[in-house]
C-alpha cells in the first residue's frame, strides 16, 4: 500500500481521525537483544545501552528521553520456554524489566527479548 495524505501532527484526539498518524503513535523506542545472560544488543532504536541490574534483571537506556514516564512498553521472550517478564520501573530515559520462571525466580534468559516504546518524546 502507498502512504498519501497522512498527517504527522501532535497528540491524537480522543476520537483520532482515520488514516493519520500521529506523533504519540510511533514507535519511538526498540530493542532486540541476544540472551544466556549477556545483553548483547542485536538491533535497536533509540537505544543508548542495556545494564545488567542482577540475575534476570536489566535496564534499558534510551538515547532520547520520553517526555514523561507514562509511556507504552511492550517487552516479549524469544524463548519456548515458561520464562515470563514484566516491567519494574519505568522513567523518561529507561525502563527496568524482569524475567523470572514458572516459579517466579528471577532468570537470565537463554534467548533474547524483543522491547517496543511508544509515546511522546
Do not use: C, M
Not at 65 to 90: C, E, K, N, P
Amino acid at each position: 500500500k502507498t502512504l498519501s495524505g497522512a498527517v504527522v501532527s501532535g497528540a491524537a484526539p480522543a476520537t483520532p481521525t482515520a488514516n493519520v498518524l500521529y506523533t504519540d503513535s510511533v514507535v519511538k523506542g526498540w530493542v532486540k537483544t541476544s540472551g544466556a545472560g549477556v545483553w548483547t544488543i542485536d538491533d535497536d532504536l533509540n537505544v543508548s545501552s542495556i545494564t545488567d541490574d542482577a540475575v534476570g534483571r536489566f535496564t534499558i537506556n534510551w538515547a532520547t528521553a520520553f517526555a514523561g514516564a507514562s509511556y507504552a512498553v511492550i517487552a516479549t521472550l524469544h524463548t519456548t520456554g515458561r520464562d515470563g517478564i514484566r516491567i519494574v520501573s519505568q522513567l523518561a530515559g529507561s525502563v527496568q524489566l524482569e524475567v523470572f520462571n514458572e516459579a517466579g525466580a528471577l532468570v537470565d534468559p537463554a534467548t533474547g527479548v524483543r522491547v517496543i516504546a511508544i509515546g511522546d518524546q
